[in-house]
């Protein structure tokens, strides 16, 4: 692989499941992230890390829950799903010479 | 806290230049972002600016001004292609204990009229 990648592309759940969002990069950047898109809403962030081993609560962080285990994966986990995390998922890292933040294709999350 | 103002949309002609202003508030300012998305799509990046001033890059360029708060996109030779979603964020790093996250603005509509 090579950048970023998140899977599942989509995804339909029913309300109080839990369900773990997986994010992968192979640029060996240290600070990942990750976003919720909602139509005039923009890009909130939930919840970062940066570098393995650290996480911290971005501008939404209820509901949801991170780990950083290392340096190449971020899974973004929702305990019990509800459906205003309808959304679509995005998770960024960012790094390199020109410290540049490179996003995933994007997870859509519809929860009912 | 961190404050992002962007216009929510904008229109302009086919071959014309348009300008996109971001304002912003924040306490830990470590640099702007600009990023373009399409609709269904993941945002890409456009530029980063750190020091003041302009930074070209193609038909596109991005102006900084910290002591403002301010930031602009300016696209030239505007295509068709370039309608889209345009995002400004801002990289926060916390003096406290240097947490550092990148915030977004809600993004600027960009309609191209041929």
């Known amino acids: 692989i090579a950048g970023i990648t998140q899977a599942p592309t989509s995804q339909i759940l029913a309300a109080g499941r839990r369900m773990t969002l997986r994010c992968t990069q192979d640029m060996r950047h240290n600070a990942m992230y990750w976003y919720r898109q909602d139509l005039g809403l923009g890009l909130r962030l939930i919840h970062y890390s940066n570098t393995a081993g650290t996480t911290g609560k971005g501008e939404v962080p209820d509901g949801y829950s991170v780990s950083r285990a290392n340096t190449d994966d971020f899974p973004l986990t929702l305990a019990s799903a509800v459906p205003s995390q309808t959304s679509v998922y995005f998770c960024?890292?960012?790094?390199?010479?020109?410290?540049?933040?490179?996003f995933g294709p994007g997870t859509r999350l519809t929860v009912l | 806290g961190q404050n992002i103002d962007q216009p929510t949309e904008m229109t302009a002609t086919e071959g014309a230049i348009v300008q996109i202003n971001c304002t912003y508030q924040t306490s830990g300012f470590n640099g702007l972002f600009w990023y373009q998305q399409h609709a269904g799509e993941a945002p890409t990046f456009l530029s980063y600016?750190?020091?003041?001033g302009l930074e070209e890059k193609g038909r596109f360029s991005s102006f900084l001004s910290r002591s403002k708060g301010y930031s602009y996109l300016l696209l030239k030779e505007l295509q068709m292609k370039d309608s889209a979603s345009y995002l400004c964020?801002?990289?926060?790093?916390?003096?406290?204990?240097?947490?550092?996250?990148?915030?977004f603005g809600k993004g600027t509509r960009l309609h191209i009229l041929p």
């Open positions: 960024a890292s960012r790094g390199g010479e020109t410290d540049t933040q490179y």
């Open positions: 964020a801002v990289r926060d790093v916390s003096m406290k204990n240097r947490d550092d996250k990148i915030i």
């Open positions: 600016n750190v020091l003041d």
